[in-house]
């Protein structure tokens, strides 16, 4: 999940309305995560095959850094 960001940046400078849907999907994603599961962050890793369920640390910084950063871009482009 530490990537997204950086893929979303990327996505962003070639198509931006797509990269807003993915954007907004993501957060969407992790959204029962953050509030239910990890009270407040996001788990270290995730299994790559469906269902994509969470392993290793309950809470990760960087990838809940990650997350919130995405957040505040989206909002800084006016999409929440």
């Known amino acids: 999940p530490w990537l997204f960001t950086h893929f ?8 931006p309305k797509s990269a807003e849907l993915i954007g907004k999907r993501l957060i969407e994603l992790f959204e029962s995560e953050v509030q239910y599961d990890g009270v407040g962050s996001i788990s270290e890793l995730y299994h790559a095959n469906p269902p994509q369920e969470a392993q290793g640390a309950i809470s990760f910084a960087m990838n809940t850094a990650e997350l919130i950063r ?3 871009l989206l909002e800084k482009e006016n999409v929440f």
């Open 8 to 15: 979303y940046e990327a996505k962003a400078k070639i198509n």
């Open 70 to 72: 995405l957040k505040v």
